[in-house]
């Protein structure tokens, strides 16, 4: 997978990831596409190191969305518990 799938990949897995765990974070588009950039290489080092179940680099596999999905929870929580829930 190239450059601009890690990047579309990316962009759904956080708007996903965002709308599971709904908040105002700030960010926007690009914070969003980052996140979830950031979440897919997270989890899939995660799926691949603790589980041991590699991720494919194919953008329909279910396991990478998974992983990226995932893995971009996991920073937005990680986010809340250091800065703060922004919803008060």
Same mark, same amino acid.
């Given at each position: 997978?190239?450059?601009?799938?890690?990047? *579309?990949? !990316?962009?759904?897995?956080?708007? +996903?990831?965002?709308?599971?765990?709904?908040? &105002?974070?700030?960010?926007?588009?690009?914070? %969003? %596409? *980052? %996140?979830?950039? /950031?979440?897919? @290489?997270? #989890?899939?080092?995660?799926?691949?190191? @603790?589980?041991? &179940?590699? *991720?494919?680099?194919? @953008?329909?596999?279910?396991? %990478?969305? +998974? /992983?990226?999905? #995932? !893995?971009?929870? *996991?920073?937005? +929580?990680?986010? &809340?518990?250091? @800065?703060?829930?922004?919803? &008060?």
């Amino acid at each position: 997978m190239g450059i601009v799938g890690w990047i *579309v990949l !990316g962009l759904l897995a956080g708007a +996903i990831a965002k709308i599971l765990l709904p908040g &105002r974070d700030p960010g926007g588009l690009v914070g %969003t %596409t *980052v %996140t979830g950039i /950031a979440g897919a @290489f997270l #989890g899939g080092w995660i799926s691949s190191h @603790f589980w041991h &179940r590699p *991720v494919a680099h194919h @953008f329909y596999d279910l396991k %990478t969305w +998974i /992983a990226a999905i #995932g !893995g971009a929870l *996991v920073l937005l +929580i990680g986010y &809340r518990i250091l @800065f703060g829930d922004s919803r &008060r």
